[in-house]
């Protein structure tokens, strides 16, 4: 059985910092495309950061300079360092794991809120 768990949400005040976690089971972790999406009320989910099983990574715009994904492959963790967090950074922040059509997971997501 798959599971992603994220952990490390909360609420923070602008100017803030927050460091998010996901916890993989029953994937070989390793080989995996891991991603930080984010959701806010009334707007689609987006991408906020990627990382591919090289270590490869790219980020939103919004986001540059602020965040910095980073993965444990002995530990099957994922983490997201957020940075100088602003209001609008405010949404439920999910993990992915991609390797291909078939192998796409999500996890349960966890908060995030940011107050000015």
């Known amino acids: 059985q798959v599971q992603l768990v994220e952990s490390g949400g909360g609420l923070v005040q602008a100017g803030g910092s927050l460091r998010l976690s996901c916890a993989a089971s029953?994937?070989?972790?390793?080989?995996?495309?891991m991603a930080w999406y984010c959701q806010a009320p009334g707007k689609q989910r987006e991408l906020v950061a990627i990382?591919?099983?090289?270590?490869?990574?790219n980020y939103a715009d919004s986001v540059k300079g602020r965040f910095t994904i980073s993965r444990d492959n002995a530990k099957n963790m994922v983490y997201l360092e957020m940075n100088s967090l602003k209001p609008d950074d405010t949404a439920v922040y999910y993990c992915?794991?991609?390797?291909?059509?078939?192998?796409?997971?999500w996890g349960q997501g966890t908060q995030v809120t940011v107050s000015s």
């Open positions: 029953g994937i070989i972790f390793s080989i995996y495309t």
């Open positions: 990382i591919t099983e090289t270590a490869s990574t």
């Open positions: 992915r794991g991609l390797l291909n059509a078939k192998r796409d997971y």
